[in-house]
């Protein structure tokens, strides 16, 4: 695997490097309806239009957080 994917259709593992975070993470994303994808032949063949649609999901799932004496925590 490449270590920084170009623009293009990306595969899970591409997509889940780019996002640093595991491949369970982004089938489980794209099972929620979170994360677009295009389902290329067999059942768990994916591709992911990257990075627009992975930045896009970031995005949308992205907590912010503030500082608090050397911790983060999520601001609510």
């Known amino acids: 695997m ?3 994917p170009e623009a293009g259709w990306w595969t ?3 997509s889940a ?3 640093r975070v595991g491949k369970k993470t982004i089938y489980a994303a794209v099972r929620a ?3 677009r994808a295009a389902r290329i032949g067999g ?3 994916l591709r992911i239009r990257g990075p627009d649609w992975v930045d896009l999901w970031l995005k949308e ?3 912010p957080v ?3 004496r050397g911790a983060l925590r999520v601001a609510r």
């Open 2 to 4: 490449r270590n920084t």
């Open 12 to 14: 899970v593992g591409e």
């Open 17 to 19: 490097a780019y996002a």
């Open 33 to 35: 309806g979170q994360l």
């Open 43 to 45: 059942r768990r063949s």
């Open 61 to 63: 799932i992205a907590e």
């Open 66 to 68: 503030e500082a608090n």
